[in-house]
């Protein structure tokens, strides 16, 4: 199995609505260090499926790592999720979660800057880890727009209004709640939205909210490079099995020179000009980091010290981010004779 893989308990399941529910982790001494975390990283968990063996999900903490004491992801059942209604349904105090450490890039950069945090349904669960580690660690301001069907569908409604109370200054909730406003479209949107200022925006829910939500900042002028959303697939990989056997890729000329460090250590290896970093580490038995392979996750993500690469993708990545030569293992090919990478810890 990979490495970089946890079994950990369960210290408590909390029911917040008619189908959600805050699993909570109970991470012993010797793990704090594999399982610190930033506001707005997710957790890859393995659920057990009798057709495939296991399947791989991402699930969004919920929990602020400058106010609460155990990491915490937040589940909504859906219709057809085998992965959320297996958690839903099976999962007690006590029980036992295998899971990747801690993971993703919808983080801010600074705790200190206003926010606006826009939600829909269980898209919630990044954005209050967002909103409570601003609150608490920083001095920015933070506006939480939330959308709903209706008031008992609100997940986190109880915790947000003492937020409110505990933070009457820095931070205002505005519900949206279809049943009484209709969907939420741009032009309604940007009626809420621009009355408040704001350095930099996150959004996570369903696609099309997603895509309403751009549109209406677009339209008040907001930058697209102001604007993080988080976007989930369902895994075409599954980063829960074993490191397949070190196998041989053909190469053509003479193959650049990759150096790499990784959990310590260091690796020379060749890089076959059509091999992406991420191929080239686990066919050499590497268990280097991945969730994704698709470009959204952010898991893979390492630093370029020396020599030339290109992405084939880079959703997960910012303008910024390139330009300090962070890159995606999983979309990296080589452009240079001699390159350096480091997976940063």
Not at 248 to 275: C, F, M, Y
């Amino acid at each position: 199995m990979n490495a970089n893989v946890h079994e950990v308990a369960v210290r408590d399941v909390i029911a917040e609505t008619s189908d959600s529910v805050t699993i909570v982790l109970d991470i012993p001494d010797h793990m704090t260090h594999e399982f610190e975390y930033s506001c707005g990283q997710f957790l890859t968990v393995r659920i057990p499926s009798s057709t495939t063996g296991s399947v791989a999900r991402c699930y969004s903490l919920s929990s602020s790592p400058s106010r609460d004491s155990s990491p915490a992801i937040t589940v909504k059942r859906t219709a057809a999720g085998y992965a959320s209604n297996w958690l839903c349904d099976n999962i007690i105090t006590g029980s036992v979660l295998t899971v990747l450490a801690p993971s993703g890039t919808f983080v801010p950069s600074t705790l200190n800057q206003d926010v606006l945090l826009c939600a829909a349904g269980s898209g919630i669960t990044p954005i209050m880890s967002i909103a409570k580690t601003v609150l608490a660690g920083g001095e920015g301001a933070v506006t939480v727009l939330y959308a709903n069907q209706n008031r008992a569908s609100v997940i986190f409604d109880r915790q947000l209004a003492e937020l409110e109370r505990e933070y009457p200054q820095r931070l205002d909730v505005v519900h949206w709640l279809v049943e009484e406003k209709g969907v939420p479209t741009a032009a309604a949107l940007a009626d809420v939205v621009g009355s408040y200022t704001f350095d930099d925006v996150f959004v996570c829910g369903p696609a099309g909210f997603m895509d309403e939500i751009e549109k209406a900042l677009l339209s008040i002028g907001v930058a697209e490079q102001r604007v993080r959303r988080e976007t989930y697939r369902s895994l075409d990989s599954n980063p829960f099995e074993s490191v397949a056997a070190p196998q041989a890729r053909p190469t053509t000329g003479n193959a650049p020179v990759l150096a790499v460090e990784i959990d310590g250590q260091n690796h020379t290896l060749a890089w076959p000009k059509g091999s992406t970093l991420l191929d080239v580490l686990l066919d050499n038995g590497i268990d280097a980091p991945y969730v994704c392979r698709e470009s959204i996750c952010g898991t893979c993500v390492c630093s370029v010290r020396k020599g030339r690469t290109r992405m084939l993708m880079h959703d997960a990545l910012t303008d910024d981010d390139i330009e300090m030569g962070v890159t995606l293992a999983c979309q990296t090919l080589p452009e240079s004779d001699e390159i350096f990478i480091a997976f940063d810890q």
